[in-house]
């Protein structure tokens, strides 16, 4: 087993309540939170089922997981686990380093402690456990400061974890990434698409796959 992280796949969430029509619009209780819609579901599921083939192919027997501490974010999770062999995981940790941007023009306060999962009015199906890698969280963010705090978030991860690393999270993180990793891509950051980066120990990622969403009906 490589003692260091060698693959790492970034999953962005399914598709949010507040990105869809009224009716799934007026179920949101906590307005920063937003549930998964129906369509989010279905391409969380879907995303599972296809990243679960790439374990088989690739003879990929254990991976450990991380999420952003978002509704979305644990929702997506567990679609996901429902398509995965129930030995390729041990548990999902919860890291709020690689949640959403904080943008003064987004929220108007710091909001990660109010989100369901803090707030207990959501509680995962799956064992869980809380990861913190030590890393500033201030706001209101900027987008150049967002950027550093996920990607030293990202770095400190490959410090403490090897093999392979499936990332939960949203789209500014992903670009956090991909900038860090010189790979720009002018793509927007789809519901549901899976980008996958190999690592050789000490050396830059190398792209798989990235955005992609060929998976999803």
């Given at each position: 087993?490589?003692?260091?992280?060698?693959?790492?796949i970034?999953?962005?969430h399914g598709e949010?309540?507040?990105?869809a029509?009224?009716?799934?619009k007026?179920?949101?209780v906590?307005?920063?939170?937003?549930?998964?819609?129906e369509?989010g579901?279905?391409?969380?599921?879907?995303?599972?089922?296809?990243?679960?083939?790439?374990?088989?192919?690739?003879?990929?027997?254990?991976?450990?997981?991380?999420?952003?501490?978002?509704?979305r974010c644990l929702?997506?999770?567990?679609?996901?686990?429902s398509?995965?062999?129930?030995n390729?995981?041990?548990?999902?940790?919860?890291?709020?380093?690689?949640?959403?941007?904080?943008?003064?023009?987004?929220f108007d306060?710091n909001?990660t402690?109010e989100?369901?999962y803090?707030?207990?009015?959501?509680?995962?199906?799956?064992?869980?456990?809380?990861?913190?890698f030590?890393?500033?969280?201030?706001?209101?963010?900027?987008?150049?400061?967002?950027?550093?705090?996920f990607q030293?978030n990202?770095?400190?991860?490959?410090k403490?974890f090897?093999?392979?690393?499936l990332?939960?999270?949203?789209?500014?993180?992903?670009?956090?990434?991909n900038?860090?990793e010189?790979?720009?891509?002018e793509?927007?950051?789809?519901?549901?698409?899976i980008?996958?980066v190999n690592y050789q120990?000490?050396?830059?990622?190398?792209?798989?796959v990235r955005?992609?969403?060929?998976?999803?009906?």
């Amino acid at each position: 087993m490589n003692n260091f992280v060698n693959k790492v796949i970034l999953l962005r969430h399914g598709e949010r309540a507040d990105d869809a029509e009224e009716i799934e619009k007026n179920k949101i209780v906590i307005k920063f939170d937003p549930h998964l819609t129906e369509l989010g579901h279905l391409q969380s599921k879907q995303s599972g089922n296809e990243l679960q083939k790439y374990f088989k192919i690739n003879n990929i027997n254990k991976i450990t997981i991380i999420t952003s501490p978002y509704l979305r974010c644990l929702q997506t999770v567990n679609e996901l686990l429902s398509c995965f062999d129930e030995n390729l995981y041990d548990k999902v940790f919860i890291c709020r380093g690689f949640g959403e941007c904080l943008m003064g023009t987004w929220f108007d306060k710091n909001i990660t402690n109010e989100v369901h999962y803090y707030k207990g009015s959501y509680i995962p199906e799956y064992p869980v456990e809380d990861i913190d890698f030590n890393v500033p969280m201030e706001y209101p963010e900027e987008e150049q400061s967002f950027f550093s705090r996920f990607q030293a978030n990202y770095l400190e991860m490959k410090k403490q974890f090897s093999g392979v690393v499936l990332i939960i999270t949203h789209s500014y993180g992903i670009h956090a990434i991909n900038m860090l990793e010189k790979s720009l891509d002018e793509k927007q950051v789809k519901f549901c698409s899976i980008s996958i980066v190999n690592y050789q120990e000490q050396e830059k990622g190398v792209y798989e796959v990235r955005n992609y969403v060929d998976h999803l009906i």
